[in-house]
């Protein structure tokens, strides 16, 4: 069995939830690349020792950049994780399948024929593998497979399945290097009735009534479950729970709306107000919440009458107290909302390492 560390480059990183669910796993986490700068100080700031590099990768020679980065740093590469936007993938016409918009997706592929990691893990929204009527799953295969990678069928898989607090759910992609085996997907570790919900997530947290709080506060309880243990494992301080004071009317329409309701709750002479599916949609605390946004304040507390904090947010999406958001904060809910959950990433990251250690033995 390998004793080192293997490695990962992580395209499109944002935050870093994915590769921080790998550093969680025992791999190493060498470059994050992405355009968004406050995001890549949040990268930075909670990934010791990678390097965030900001390079905008609809210029496809800026691989060049990545793979000097490791020829400098004399590191091999063994793992490619990238979810490139979704808007990346378009099809303007049959036969323009690389069209200029995916520039973005064609950065992985080129950065996968210049470095050849071991495996490629490809990550996005379930709605890709059916856009354009699947030619975009089939050339992501066809497209690795080139490459000498063995790609199956690309898994759709559901956070709460897997310990994580929010009905989420992404596709994943994973190719193996010149293996005579596909990747084995993680099996869920949770059922229906076990899974992990709001209040068990977020019940530890100050409820801020009427404040926004300190930019750094105490724990005003013990941990009450595992999963809040969990989240405060390496953490004795609350950073990133500030609330938000709403107007009188905001606050006295949501307190209108039961747990796990809507706008479609309030009474009739209110109900055309409203218009958005999502709006003054207030978590249930008995279970995993919804998919959590990138903070247009449509989602409510179970309890307290004031949208999650980014803090709240954060533990829904299973990233532990430690891991501190950076930037204003709007930059700080889009970082939130747009990372995969790092208990995602591990379980993905874990099968891997399974597979490279049977690999290097």
């Given at each position: 069995?390998?004793?080192?560390?293997?490695?990962?480059?992580?395209?499109?990183?944002?935050?870093?939830?994915?590769?921080?669910?790998?550093?969680?796993?025992?791999?190493?986490?060498?470059?994050?690349?992405?355009?968004?700068?406050?995001?890549?100080?949040?990268?930075?700031?909670?990934?010791?020792?990678?390097?965030?590099?900001?390079?905008?990768?609809?210029?496809?020679?800026?691989?060049?950049?990545?793979?000097?980065?490791?020829?400098?740093?004399?590191?091999?590469?063994?793992?490619?994780?990238?979810?490139?936007?979704?808007?990346?993938?378009?099809?303007?016409?049959?036969?323009?399948?690389?069209?200029?918009?995916?520039?973005?997706?064609?950065?992985?592929?080129?950065?996968?024929?210049?470095?050849?990691?071991?495996?490629?893990?490809?990550?996005?929204?379930?709605?890709?593998?059916?856009?354009?009527?699947?030619?975009?799953?089939?050339?992501?295969?066809?497209?690795?497979?080139?490459?000498?990678?063995?790609?199956?069928?690309?898994?759709?898989?559901?956070?709460?399945?897997?310990?994580?607090?929010?009905?989420?759910?992404?596709?994943?992609?994973?190719?193996?290097?010149?293996?005579?085996?596909?990747?084995?997907?993680?099996?869920?570790?949770?059922?229906?009735?076990?899974?992990?919900?709001?209040?068990?997530?977020?019940?530890?947290?100050?409820?801020?009534?009427?404040?926004?709080?300190?930019?750094?506060?105490?724990?005003?309880?013990?941990?009450?479950?595992?999963?809040?243990?969990?989240?405060?494992?390496?953490?004795?301080?609350?950073?990133?729970?500030?609330?938000?004071?709403?107007?009188?009317?905001?606050?006295?329409?949501?307190?209108?709306?039961?747990?796990?309701?809507?706008?479609?709750?309030?009474?009739?002479?209110?109900?055309?107000?409203?218009?958005?599916?999502?709006?003054?949609?207030?978590?249930?605390?008995?279970?995993?919440?919804?998919?959590?946004?990138?903070?247009?304040?449509?989602?409510?507390?179970?309890?307290?009458?004031?949208?999650?904090?980014?803090?709240?947010?954060?533990r829904l999406q299973s990233f532990t107290d430690d891991f501190?958001?950076?930037?204003?904060?709007?930059?700080?809910?889009?970082?939130?909302?747009?990372?995969?959950?790092?208990?995602?990433?591990?379980?993905?990251?874990?099968?891997?390492?399974?597979?490279?250690?049977?690999?290097?033995?």
């Amino acid at each position: 069995m390998s004793k080192r560390k293997y490695s990962v480059l992580d395209l499109f990183c944002g935050a870093g939830g994915l590769s921080r669910g790998f550093i969680d796993a025992g791999f190493s986490v060498k470059l994050g690349v992405d355009f968004d700068e406050m995001a890549l100080k949040t990268f930075a700031k909670n990934h010791e020792g990678a390097t965030a590099m900001k390079l905008d990768l609809f210029d496809l020679s800026n691989v060049d950049k990545i793979k000097e980065f490791f020829k400098e740093n004399n590191y091999a590469l063994d793992v490619l994780v990238g979810g490139p936007p979704c808007q990346g993938f378009s099809l303007a016409g049959p036969r323009q399948i690389d069209d200029s918009r995916n520039v973005l997706y064609r950065a992985m592929v080129k950065t996968a024929r210049e470095l050849k990691p071991k495996v490629v893990v490809l990550e996005n929204v379930p709605g890709m593998v059916q856009l354009h009527g699947g030619l975009v799953k089939d050339k992501i295969i066809n497209d690795f497979t080139e490459l000498g990678y063995r790609m199956g069928e690309p898994r759709i898989l559901y956070a709460p399945d897997y310990g994580i607090p929010q009905i989420r759910k992404r596709v994943v992609f994973v190719g193996l290097l010149h293996s005579q085996s596909e990747y084995k997907y993680p099996e869920p570790i949770l059922t229906p009735e076990n899974y992990i919900s709001c209040e068990q997530a977020i019940g530890d947290l100050p409820a801020l009534i009427d404040i926004v709080g300190d930019k750094v506060q105490d724990y005003p309880m013990e941990a009450q479950t595992d999963y809040q243990k969990l989240m405060r494992n390496n953490s004795d301080k609350i950073y990133n729970h500030e609330g938000t004071i709403h107007d009188p009317k905001t606050k006295k329409f949501i307190a209108m709306v039961p747990e796990g309701k809507n706008y479609r709750s309030l009474p009739p002479e209110y109900a055309g107000i409203y218009k958005y599916h999502e709006a003054l949609t207030r978590y249930h605390s008995q279970k995993p919440s919804p998919t959590i946004n990138t903070g247009h304040r449509s989602h409510f507390h179970y309890k307290w009458n004031r949208i999650p904090t980014v803090r709240e947010s954060a533990r829904l999406q299973s990233f532990t107290d430690d891991f501190i958001f950076y930037g204003n904060k709007t930059q700080q809910y889009r970082q939130v909302g747009n990372a995969v959950p790092p208990l995602l990433g591990k379980v993905i990251a874990s099968e891997i390492k399974k597979w490279l250690d049977n690999e290097t033995e």
